[in-house]
């Protein structure tokens, strides 16, 4: 309690003093901040998050607005930041390019939000000849050894979904959870179909899909909520593409049916508190700065 009290006090107390602390910086490091970050981290999510952090408090405007923009011309950007900041290239040439990273992964990650969450809004649709078709896709990668009777089917239970149409267990996922479905059933076909194979275990497993669509609902609440940001701003240095985001995915479903199986649940009602440990581990591996999430997946792929 006290501590807490401390340490809100101390956050309220640098807030104040920030202004005063970035000037003293300034004169005797004769640096801006931004300038300062660009030489004390080295490329990754740190760098990246303390320049986002730095643009975010800053009291000039143009500086706000790249983190709230859509898509800002990313070379104009960096160009009237050293305006403004008085950044000689010649004396700091590595600040350019450094800086234009950052700005790009900063932008892509609100880019890939807003992408991801437009195929999550997007209902599946039965009448839409397109979303049959990827449906259609992924019981062909899932059960190449297996016609599909009808479109409306018992069989559909057997690789997770509830009941004999799958289109109403998207539910909140909307086709993001589908698309996700298909890349994994896709890029990583034979660990896909092992894990489908043991989720028919009659005591420990699981609905292969019902689960599958859960865990896009985690990657996408920490998508969301940010947590993504260390995993992305040290992977990819540009902006990161949707495909990138289901790679993601891939390990995520990969590591929690390794991670249910370790837990060995007396049976399906113990999902949610599994589920919940999991997710937990994910956010604190999330907040180390050097976090890259890779699982034997990435492995087998090389
Ligand atoms: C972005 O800005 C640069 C420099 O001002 C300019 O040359 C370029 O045409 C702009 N690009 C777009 C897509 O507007
Ligand atoms: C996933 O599971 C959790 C825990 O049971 C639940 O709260 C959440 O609503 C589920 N999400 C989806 C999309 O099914």
């Excluded at 799958?166 to 179909?193: C, V, W, Y």
């Excluded at 940010?226 to 891939?250: D, L, Q, R, S």
């Excluded at 199986?261 to 581990?281: A, H, T």
Aim: some cysteine; glycine content about 4%; hydrophobic content about 35%.
């Amino acid at each position: 309690m006290l501590t807490e009290l401390w340490g809100s006090l101390w956050a309220h107390l640098f807030f104040l003093l920030r202004p005063m602390l970035k000037w003293v910086l300034n004169r005797v490091t004769g640096k801006c901040e931004l300038l300062r970050i660009t030489y004390q981290y080295s490329q990754g999510a740190e760098r990246t998050q303390n320049i986002e952090d730095s643009l975010k408090q800053s009291k000039r405007s143009e500086l706000n607005q790249l983190t709230i923009e859509d898509s800002p011309n990313i070379s104009n950007a960096v160009l009237q930041v050293m305006a403004v900041k008085n950044i000689i290239p010649e004396v700091h040439p590595q600040f350019e390019n450094s800086f234009r990273t950052c700005l790009l992964q900063i932008c892509g990650y609100r880019e890939l939000l807003t992408n991801v969450e437009q195929l999550r809004k997007t209902k599946y649709n039965s009448d839409n000849p397109e979303h049959e078709k990827t449906l259609m896709h992924l019981w062909k990668l899932l059960m190449p050894d297996d016609e599909l009777q009808t479109r409306v089917s018992e069989q559909w239970k057997f690789i997770g979904f509830q009941g004999n149409d799958p289109q109403t267990d998207f539910r909140g996922m909307g086709l993001l959870g589908l698309h996700q479905l298909i890349h994994f059933a896709s890029k990583h076909n034979a660990e896909a179909r092992k894990i489908l194979q043991k989720s028919h275990h009659p005591k420990l497993g699981y609905s292969y899909a019902i689960v599958g669509i859960n865990m896009t609902d985690l990657v996408y609440d920490l998508l969301k909520k940010g947590h993504m940001k260390t995993h992305f701003y040290n992977k990819i240095y540009g902006k990161a593409a949707i495909e990138e985001f289901h790679e993601v995915y891939c390990h995520v479903f990969y590591e929690f049916d390794k991670f249910w199986y370790s837990e060995n649940p007396k049976d399906i009602m113990e999902f949610g508190q599994i589920r919940e440990k999991y997710r937990k581990k994910l956010v604190h591996s999330l907040k180390q700065p050097n976090t890259v999430l890779v699982s034997g997946l990435e492995k087998r792929n090389d």
